[in-house]
């Protein structure tokens, strides 16, 4: 779907409110976005943006499934979904997010790391040490994280 050039001005408004921590002034510009825009890719990812700013997680990890549905390439869609679930739901829950993710985005290394944070948290600590390894394996700054991530203490 192509967005009508005042939609597109409404959309980069709602970013950079979000991007300055003003949710409330995002939410304005999306509610003036019109109903047939609004399955649009662009705009279910600001709206993702602003419940994760709102901490409106169920709300979140709703839109996080849809844009998993959609775009399951883009592994962004499954990191917020899970952390919106974790949040909302369980640990557990998310584990699961990640679980299929990973299974799409063997490579991406902010999965591995969150999977290590969940499996840590969750008591299961020689399977963290082995996604906290793949993280660092495949971007070496998760190592600095690692050392002051609270999510990683049971593993310190």
Sequence with gaps: MNLSPATVRRLSYAEGYLMLGLAK??????????????????????????ELARAAWVAAAGLARDL???????????????????????????????WRGLTLHPREATIHFNLACYEAQLGHLDIARAYLA???????????????????????
């Design 25 to 50: 002034q995002a939410a304005e510009e999306l509610a003036d976005v019109p109903p047939e825009a609004n399955e649009a890719l662009p705009v279910l990812k600001l709206r993702l943006g602003l």
């Design 68 to 98: 998993c549905e959609r775009e399951p390439r883009d592994a962004s869609h499954w990191i917020q979904r899970a952390y919106a679930t974790r949040r909302g739901d369980s640990l557990a829950a998310a584990r699961e997010i990640l």
């Design 134 to 156: 793949g993280s660092v394996r495949l971007d070496p700054s998760f190592a600095e994280l690692a050392r002051t991530d609270p999510d990683l203490a049971p593993l310190r």
